[in-house]
């Protein structure tokens, strides 16, 4: 029998999110935290006359809400803080040989509430990459990417060009899902990234990922 203290297993190291240089604002200063915010994001895969997403933090709570109607199924999202209040309406563009989404800032359609543009960065994709440029980005670099993962179960959302990480996603699988046939994504939003703005890319990239009418 070995005697003395046994040696202590090594303890995990912790991860650790740099923060970003700057703040990233997008849809509002009141949505970025000082600490890394953890949210899931889950919508019934079909439900009758909406197709919903809820967004609740690491203890249950309701953060953000996602409605959208049934006759614009393929066109609007609105993302709705916890009271119910727009915050903004994401508009799919069908017209456009790259699949494009508008978010516009409440219950807008003007030029001068759009927020940002998604599109996908190329015409045919293995896996999903979108080009997000801010409402008065008239250029042709990116203010933001977001790179999946070849089994769309993953993606980043990254600073421009850099490899600064602004937000990672996972798709959550499980028995219960399945047998309420339910989706959800786990997202890690980074320091003082705005977690709002966040979501809509996610909701985005799970409308293009949902997309398979091969029109984009």
């Known amino acids: 029998m070995a005697t003395g203290q046994a040696p202590s297993n090594p303890v995990p190291a912790m991860r650790t999110y740099p923060p970003v240089e700057q703040p990233v604002v997008v849809i509002g200063p009141q949505y970025l935290a000082q600490y890394p915010v953890e949210l899931a994001i889950s919508t019934k895969l079909w439900s009758l006359g909406e197709n919903d997403f809820k967004v609740s933090d690491i203890n249950g709570t309701l953060i953000f809400q996602v409605k959208s109607k049934l006759l614009s199924l393929h066109d609007r999202r609105f993302l709705k803080d916890a009271a119910g209040n727009i915050l903004v309406n994401l508009r799919q563009k069908i017209m456009t040989m790259h699949r494009r989404w508008e978010a516009f800032r409440g219950e807008s359609k003007e030029e001068k509430d759009l927020l940002f543009t998604a ?10 990459e979108l080009d997000v440029f801010l409402g008065n980005n008239k ?6 990417k977001v790179k999946g993962g070849y089994s769309e179960s993953s993606c980043s959302i990254l600073l421009g060009d850099s490899n600064t990480m602004l937000a990672q996603m996972h798709r959550k699988h499980s028995l219960a899902s399945t047998i309420l046939d339910t989706d959800s994504f786990g997202v890690t939003v980074y320091p003082n990234v705005d977690y709002a703005f966040i979501t809509a890319l996610v909701v985005i990239l799970d409308e293009i990922n949902a997309d398979r009418s091969g029109e984009d």
Do not use: A, M, N, R
């Open 139 to 144: 250029g042709e670099v990116p203010d933001f």
């Open 119 to 128: 599109k996908k960065s190329k015409l045919f994709q293995f896996k999903t």
